[in-house]
């Protein structure tokens, strides 16, 4: 079975559909400029990254809060410093996932969690 993949130029907004199972360098017959992967399946992988990054945000805040409750203020800090860090990380990946997503459920679900991420950040 044949992966389709859709590239969209960032300079013009042309978009390719590019069959086969690697990931070829595109292009842009138009604009001359390089096309990067785009659709739902690119916005799912961003989405997955973003969500892992949020756990992980997640994670070290719970740690932090401890450490706050413990009266190691300047561990809390550093671990306050690291959530952020990786909430930064994830909001990051979940704005790719918004501009990549084709359809709207996809593309609001990623916007949702992207709101989410920054209040947390």
């Not at 300079?11 to 785009?38: F, I, M």
């Not at 709207?104 to 209040?119: F, G, H, I, S, W």
């Amino acid at each position: 079975m044949e992966i389709t993949e859709t590239y969209r130029c960032d300079g013009c907004g042309a978009e390719y559909r590019v069959v086969g199972e690697k990931q070829p360098t595109v292009l842009c017959s138009e604009c001359n400029q390089v096309a990067s992967p785009h659709g739902d399946p690119v916005a799912g992988r961003e989405y997955r990254v973003g969500h892992v990054k949020y756990v992980e945000g997640r994670r070290r805040t719970t740690e932090a809060m401890e450490r706050l409750e413990s009266d190691h203020m300047t561990l809390a800090r550093g671990g306050f410093d690291d959530a952020a860090a990786e909430f930064e990380d994830s909001v990051d990946h979940l704005t790719s996932a918004v501009k990549q997503a084709d359809s709207d459920a996809v593309r609001e679900a990623c916007e949702r969690a992207r709101k989410k991420v920054t209040c947390l950040w």
